[in-house]
Each structure stands twice: as structure tokens, then as C-alpha cells.
């Protein structure tokens, strides 16, 4: 993360000292960095060389209207899973023709959507789909552009949460299923088919997966073309992971240049769709200490931040590292923790930590991708400030929640 830097014992991001951030904007807050997005985006595509390509910078990941507006600008595409991610693309600015949808429970609602923007793709993963593609584009004059999402039954060996390309997992159509769903494309009017879909899973940290899931993928494209289908784009996914703590994880280059001969064999522009390693390591979330507490032998630094605003701790029992905002190297054996009331509500448990005082800055790192996007009102808590820093300049880009917007749209009805 070399945008969050310490500059004289305090921690920056870019050119912004984090006390300054913290001062103006309150805590919690997330704050992202213009530099770091760029960075990342462009190692992505160029790691691709001169193969036609597009990378499709994955929404979920952190759906922030600047963030989304800084990528669209670099020339990103969106991959987007909900009608709620299209709203979010299309107001940021992204060209429709640069936007894949995935997802296997896409409501009419959202097709429709989908089909108003005239999107470049829809990811299909089941036959179902298929059919309220066809009935919904022939009813309302609309020719629906799609690629097969295939399961490649490979296992990524990541969490099981976000593993996706098992065949025991939701998502995608076997592969020994995708050629007879192929043909059956072939009798619709209002469906063309254009692409293949792969997806494997997120923070992949070694290669092979890939290499073994894209070679089987890649011989499906090819079969198609075979076949007679005019395949035009393959998806590769995306999933490629970053470094939390201690992983070794492979470049954009080490992964395009591993699977490049079956990338060229197969003729089709090439689609990705990074989301983490864009904007994993292009943020933080800076907190302040509210008590210390020691029960018994455990020592507790409790933080005005907590699980509803970076789950990733629970969920997964994620590793974020965790730096003083002014640096003086003490370090204590404690939990990093939150003030809601659950004891799953931890942000670091038994780690060597900053040896916070009440009213000290924390930074939890690299939480760029799955914080914000994951936070809720659990407990009745504000979700926290969004901040992008461009050098030396920063800007809250969204605002803290208010007390108002914690019952917004709630009503009492008359009889009570």
C-alpha cells in the first residue's frame, strides 16, 4: 500500500495526512486512494499487452459513485450483479457497452433494466434465465446479447465463501451442459449467444487454478466456434488475489503471461473482472480508540469501529493489518474490537497491535474492496464517512449517515 505512507510519524494517504481526515471528517471513515486505483487498474490492462481486451472492474467489490467515476475515466468496463450495481454504473458514467452482468438470480426487473441500457452481456447461468431472456426481449423488441457462465469445476482454494467454481457451488451451467444449451440458443429469436463466462472464485493466491479452469474454458469456446456460434468474447473472470498479511501473490503479468497461448488460441476479445485487486489495497478505514480494557489476562483496544462497518474479520476471520496513525513503534498483545454487542464483533483478535491510548488513531488496511460495500445499520449504528484523497487534496464523497436516515422510509401505521 505505497499510497498510505508515514511522512515525519504520521501516517498519509498520498498527500493527506490521516489526523487531518480525521479532524474534519470524524470517525469511522473510509478513505481510498485516487493513486492507488489508477495504479492498479493500469497494471491490469496493460499486463495484457496487445491482446484486445477489457477489464471489467467488478462493482461489489466497492461501489462508491467517486470510485466508480475515477474508474470509468481510466476506461474501466463494470461487471455488475444486481439492477441496484447498473443504477450505480450508469450514473458513475460507465459506457453500457462496457458492462457485463452476472448473478444467478436476476429479476425481470433487472433484465429489463438491463436490456433498456442495451448492456454488452448478460452472464446466463441457467436455462431458466435463458427463457426470461428470450420471453422478456421478444415481448418488449429488445435483442439480448449473452455469455454462457460456465462451471469449470475447478477448485480455487480460497474460503469457502467465496469459492464459486466448484460443481458442487450456485453458480455457472457444467460444462458438459453448456453445448446443448448452446443450440438451444440457437432457435431463440431475441437471444444471441456472443460469449463464454468463467468465474472461480475471489482472492486466489495461486495460479493454477486459473490455468487449469481457463484451458477448460477455453476449449469450450472453441468447440462452440465449431460448432458455428460466433463467439466473440471470453470472460475470464476474476478473483486474483492481494496481500492481507503474508501471502505470496502473483501479478497480472505472472496470470496473463501463464495463460496467454490459450487466450490467443481462442480468437475472442478477452473480458476480465477485478474488483479487490483494484480497490483492496487502495483503502483503509481509520478509527479511533475509545476505551482500553483488560479482563482478567486479555487485553482489549475497544475502537468506535466495529463489524457493521468492516465485517470481513467475522465473516471470514480475515487478517487486516492494523497501523498507528502516529507512529512510535509500541506494540501489545490485545483485540482490536468494536462496540457492538456480539462477541463475533472484532476487528483483529490476539495479534501483536499498536499500543493504542484512549483518543489515538488506528488504520485498518487494505480494506479498499468489502468494507463499505458490506456495512449495515446492525445495532442502529451510522455507517461510517467515504473519503478520496487525490494528492493533496480530499473530499468526503460520502456523507456520514444521520440519525434521521436510520428510520428513512420506516412507518408506524394508523393502528397503533
Not at 54 to 67: D, I, P
Not at 145 to 174: E, Q, W, Y
Not at 258 to 268: C, F, N, Q, V, Y
Amino acid at each position: 500500500m505505497d499510497e498510505f505512507h508515514y511522512q515525519a510519524g504520521v501516517l498519509h494517504c498520498e498527500g493527506v495526512p490521516l489526523p487531518e481526515i480525521a479532524r474534519g471528517a470524524g470517525t469511522p471513515a473510509y478513505v481510498y486512494s485516487y493513486s492507488a486505483l489508477e495504479r492498479a487498474y493500469r497494471e491490469l490492462d496493460e499486463a495484457f499487452g496487445d491482446l484486445d481486451h477489457l477489464v471489467c472492474y467488478a462493482v461489489k467489490a466497492n461501489g462508491n459513485l467517486a470510485v466508480l467515476r475515477a474508474l470509468a475515466s481510466f476506461g474501466a468496463g463494470a461487471d455488475i450483479v444486481s439492477g441496484g450495481e447498473l443504477y450505480r454504473a450508469m450514473r458513475a458514467g460507465f459506457d453500457p457497452k462496457k458492462v457485463v452482468f452476472a448473478g444467478v438470480g436476476k429479476t425481470d426487473e433487472e433484465i429489463m433494466a438491463g436490456l433498456g441500457e442495451r448492456i454488452l452481456l448478460f452472464n446466463v447461468e441457467s436455462v431458466s434465465e435463458l427463457e426470461h431472456l428470450e420471453r422478456l426481449a421478444a415481448r418488449h423488441g429488445k435483442q439480448a446479447r449473452v455469455s454462457l457462465r460456465v462451471n469449470p469445476d475447478v477448485d480455487a482454494g480460497t474460503h469457502d465463501h467465496v469459492s464459486t467454481g466448484r460443481a458442487f457451488d450456485k453458480f455457472g451451467i457444467p460444462v458438459d451442459e453448456a453445448l446443448a444449451l448452446a443450440e438451444r440458443i440457437s432457435e431463440y429469436r431475441c437471444v444471441d449467444i456472443m460469449g463464454v463466462h468463467q468465474h472461480i472464485g475471489s482472492q486466489i493466491t495461486k495460479l493454477d487454478p486459473f490455468v487449469e479452469s481457463v484451458e477448460k474454458t477455453a476449449d469450450l469456446v472453441e468447440e462452440l466456434k465449431r460448432r458455428g456460434h460466433d463467439i466473440k468474447y471470453f470472460n475470464i473472470g476474476g478473483g486474483l488475489g492481494i496481500r492481507y498479511n503474508d501471502e505470496e501473490t502473483p501479478t497480472p503479468k505472472d496470470l496473463v503471461d501463464a495463460i496467454r497461448p490459450t487466450l490467443e488460441a481462442t480468437g475472442a476479445k478477452i473480458l476480465c473482472e477485478m474488483g479487490r485487486y483494484i480497490s483492496g489495497n487502495a483503502g483503509a478505514l481509520i478509527t479511533s480508540v475509545v476505551y482500553r480494557k483488560r479482563s482478567g489476562e486479555k487485553d482489549f483496544i475497544v475502537a468506535d469501529a466495529g463489524m457493521n462497518d468492516l465485517l470481513r474479520p467475522s465473516l471470514y476471520d480475515a487478517h487486516h493489518e492494523v497501523r498507528s496513525v502516529q507512529e512510535d513503534g509500541s506494540v501489545s498483545n490485545a483485540d482490536l474490537v468494536g462496540p457492538v454487542c456480539e462477541s463475533g464483533d472484532y476487528l483483529a483478535r490476539n495479534r501483536e497491535l499498536p499500543d493504542a491510548h484512549e483518543g489515538d488513531l488506528l488504520a485498518v488496511m487494505s480494506a479498499g474492496a468489502y468494507g463499505f460495500a458490506m456495512a449495515s445499520n446492525y445495532n442502529s449504528r451510522r455507517r461510517p464517512a467515504e473519503i478520496l484523497v487525490r494528492g493533496d487534496r480530499w473530499a468526503v464523497v460520502r456523507e456520514r449517515e444521520h440519525m434521521a436516515d436510520l428510520v428513512k422510509g420506516e412507518l408506524v401505521p394508523a393502528f397503533l
